[in-house]
Nanobody, 123 residues
Framework: VQLQASGGGLVQAGGSLRLSCAAS????????MSWYRQAPGKERELVVG???????KYADSVKGRFTISRDNAKNTVYLQMNSLKPEDTAVYYC??????????????????WGQGTQVTVSS
C-alpha cells in the first residue's frame, strides 16, 4: 500500500495550491483521510481530516482558506489551499485510516503515512 502525495511547490502569499494524495495497492477500504503539516522546528500538526462519509474537521488556522475533498472511487484526497500565507510553509503529509489485504488476511492500520510534499509560501 502506498500513499502518494503531490502538488506542493513555491507560491507567493495570497496564491493557491492544490495537493493530492492517492492511495494505491491492495486496499479494501479507507476510513478517515487527513492532511498534516510540519514546519521547520515545529511539531507535526493536523491541518484537516475527512471521514469516508464526508465529515470534516479543520484546524482553526486554515478554516475558510483550505478545503478538503475526497474521491472514494479513486482512493484520493485533495487539499485546495487558497489565500496562502508564509506561515503555511511546511511539509504536508497525508494520512489514512485504512484496511488492506496482506495475502489472504485483512489488516487495519490507523495511521498510514504518505511521503511529504513541500509547500513554500513567499512573502
Amino acid at each position: 500500500v502506498q500513499l502518494q502525495a503531490s502538488g506542493g511547490g513555491l507560491v507567493q502569499a495570497g496564491g493557491s495550491l492544490r495537493l493530492s494524495c492517492a492511495a494505491s495497492g491492495s486496499i479494501f477500504s479507507i476510513d478517515a483521510m487527513s492532511w498534516y503539516r510540519q514546519a521547520p522546528g515545529k511539531e507535526r500538526e493536523l491541518v484537516v481530516g475527512i471521514t469516508s462519509g464526508g465529515s470534516t474537521k479543520y484546524a482553526d488556522s486554515v478554516k475558510g482558506r483550505f478545503t478538503i475533498s475526497r474521491d472514494n472511487a479513486k482512493n484520493t484526497v485533495y487539499l485546495q489551499m487558497n489565500s496562502l500565507k508564509p506561515e503555511d510553509t511546511a511539509v504536508y503529509y497525508c494520512n489514512a485510516d485504512l484496511t488492506y489485504y496482506s495475502g489472504s488476511l485483512l489488516l487495519h492500520m490507523y495511521d498510514y503515512w504518505g511521503q511529504g510534499t513541500q509547500v513554500t509560501v513567499s512573502s
